[in-house]
Nanobody, 121 residues
Framework: QVQLVESGGGLVQAGGSLRLSCAAS????????MGWYRQAPGKQRELVAS???????NYADSVKGRFTISRDNAKNTVYLQMNSLKPDDTAVYYC???????????????WGQGTQVTVSS
């Protein structure tokens, strides 16, 4: 089994910052892509940012220049530094990790439990 434990969400005023963390543990042989998604009430889940094992990154247009994704491969952890937060960033944030559990297994995606980020105006 693979567990993803997220932390770092909370309530912050507009213009403030938060740092999310997501640590993967369990039966893990290798991790490929890691990413963060978010889902606001009444909206579909959307990609916020992703990062490959080699460090290439991709961002949603709405967060470019404000959010930074990074990872620590030794710790199987992905981070999301969120600066200049806006009320529109309010959502539940989920990490998503592509994992190969064993040498002979296929790649599968796993989701974290979600962490609430609320930005007040």
């Amino acid at each position: 089994q693979v567990q993803l434990v997220e932390s770092g969400g909370g309530l912050v005023q507009a213009g403030g910052s938060l740092r999310l963390s997501c640590a993967a543990s369990g039966s893990i042989f290798s991790i490929n892509d890691m990413g963060w998604y978010r889902q606001a009430p009444g909206k579909q889940r959307e990609l916020v940012a992703s990062i490959t094992r080699g460090g290439s990154t991709n961002y949603a247009d709405s967060v470019k220049g404000r959010f930074t994704i990074s990872r620590d491969n030794a710790k199987n952890t992905v981070y999301l530094q969120m600066n200049s937060l806006k009320p529109d960033d309010t959502a539940v944030y989920y990490c998503n990790v592509e994992v190969k559990r064993y040498v002979v297994s296929s790649w599968n995606y796993f989701w974290g439990q979600g962490t609430q980020v609320t930005v007040s105006s």
